[in-house]
């Protein structure tokens, strides 16, 4: 396992940095801000994202309406492919669980109006302006 011991070269690094690395947040900036809001919990608490991260330790992260589990289990100073950065952190069973049943539960459900896109027609104009009009 060669690939991990690079991964774990350094002992330990800024969490927000980490977020990055692992292709949790898409800007270090992001990454920044989801800590101040709380949408990160070390665990169970909110933390800064000064805070420096070791491999083993457990996280919360919060991403959009999507709740991950994960458990550090390596850290990278670069933000490298999304396949290398999977290899980061270990996902828990019951979070799997949890965000796949979400997903499905999307797919079956989707929110009204999710399927349009773009201007309305010059025919869902007329409709949407016959159903305002008569209010």
């Known amino acids: 396992m060669a690939e991990t011991a690079d991964f774990s070269a350094a002992a330990r690094m800024r969490i927000d940095k980490w977020l990055w690395a692992a292709r949790f947040y898409k ?3 992001l990454a920044a ?13 909110a933390v800064k994202a000064a805070r420096e991260l070791h491999v083993g330790e457990s996280l919360e992260i919060a991403v959009g309406d999507s709740v991950w589990s994960v ?9 490298r492919p999304a396949v290398e950065a999977q290899r980061l952190y270990e996902e828990t069973e019951d979070s799997r669980a949890r965000r796949l049943a979400q997903q499905e539960a999307r797919r079956l459900a989707p929110v009204p109006g999710s399927d349009l896109r773009g201007r309305p027609t010059k ?3 007329r409709m949407i302006r016959g159903f305002t009009d008569n209010f």
């Open 27 to 29: 800007t270090r900036s």
């Open 33 to 45: 801000q989801a800590l101040a809001a709380g949408h990160v919990r070390l665990a169970g608490q």
């Open 71 to 79: 458990v550090v289990r390596g850290l990278n100073a670069q933000r």
């Open 123 to 125: 025919k869902a104009r």
